[in-house]
Each structure stands twice: as structure tokens, then as C-alpha cells.
């Protein structure tokens, strides 16, 4: 089976790992604390990762050209995003008037994913991991893997709508 992970770039660093079936896997906070610690990470996270296929990354410079380097050595189908891109397709322009107001969104939002997919949720997700969530769910449905946002990750409209991605 073939899986995606996301990754809001930084040194404080969200990931999320999603399967063909469009669920989230499992997610996580990381902080590598320096840029040396996290080029020596990357290389074990992406081989640890069973089918990787694809790398989705939101972020830029030097950190990202990180995760570019070994996505390419390791062979592993890469896409660069802003926040911007999964904003616009996950969030209603209302919930992005503040970066603070669409952080906020994006916890409840990642809340909603942890809970469809099934897993535990001991403590809502941080910043970093509800976003790398988003990422990863914006990359699924680029992917085909879903087709609509399920109902109960409806996008903020009637409960149990079911909105069609496109």
C-alpha cells in the first residue's frame, strides 16, 4: 500500500503520514533543533516510512531543499506547497482573515481527521502537526486518494455535509 507524508518544514517540524485510503496514519511533532540534526533525520524518516510514494512539503528555503535532496536520492514523488494551497481548498476565506484565526481553524480541523481515521487523540495536535495534517489531507485528495472531504471533516458547513472537492 502506498502512503503520503506531509511535512510543515521547519526546525520545529509536523508530520503526518496518510495512507491509499486517504486516512491519516499516525502524526507528530519533531524538533530537531538544529539544520545539521535535521539533515541527518530526514534520511532515516523517509526510508522508515513502508510505500512511501509521495512527499508533500509546505515551506521553503534551505530546510526545504533538505527534504528535496533526499526525496530525490530516495527515489520518492515530491510537491512543494504553500500554506496558501491547502488554505484555499480546506478553509473558507472567513476562517484565513489571521494567520492566528486559520492556526486556530487548522487544530479543530486536524481534530476532525484524527477522528475519522480512527485513532487516539490524547491531546489536540500543536500548530506544526494539525498543519502538516492538512498538508497531508490537501495531498490526498490532489492524489485521487479522496474524491470529497468525508462528513465529518465537513469544511465548517452543515454538520454531515458532504462537499465535493474540485
Known amino acids: 500500500m502506498s502512503s503520503l507524508l506531509a511535512v510543515d ?3 520545529k517540524t509536523g508530520l ?6 486517504g486516512k491519516l496514519r499516525w502524526y507528530r511533532s ?8 535535521l539533515k541527518r533525520a530526514v534520511y532515516s524518516l523517509l526510508k522508515e516510512v513502508p510505500g512511501l510514494a509521495v512527499l508533500v512539503i509546505e515551506g521553503g528555503g534551505e530546510i526545504a531543499e533538505i527534504w528535496e535532496h533526499e526525496a530525490q ?9 504553500t500554506a496558501e494551497d491547502w ?28 477522528a475519522w481515521s480512527g485513532l487516539r487523540r490524547p491531546t489536540a495536535p500543536r500548530h506544526d502537526a494539525a ?12 492524489q485521487g486518494w479522496l474524491v470529497c ?18
Do not use: C, H
Request: avoid cysteine; hydrophobic fraction near 40%; charge should be positive.
Open 16 to 21: 503526518a503520514l496518510y495512507g491509499e485510503d
Open 87 to 114: 488554505r484555499k481548498r480546506l478553509l473558507y476565506r472567513r476562517e484565513q482573515r489571521t494567520g492566528a484565526m486559520a492556526k486556530e481553524r487548522a487544530v479543530q480541523l486536524a481534530d476532525a481527521v484524527i
Open 73 to 81: 536520492k530516495q527515489g520518492i514523488a515530491l510537491r512543494r506547497i
Open 149 to 166: 472531504l468525508p462528513p465529518e471533516i465537513r469544511r465548517g458547513g452543515i454538520p454531515g455535509q458532504s462537499r465535493k472537492m474540485g
Open 30 to 37: 519533531k524538533n530537531f533543533g538544529t539544520t545539521a540534526r
Open 9 to 11: 518544514l521547519g526546525l
Open 131 to 142: 498543519e502538516a495534517i492538512l498538508i497531508g489531507l490537501w495531498g490526498v485528495i490532489e
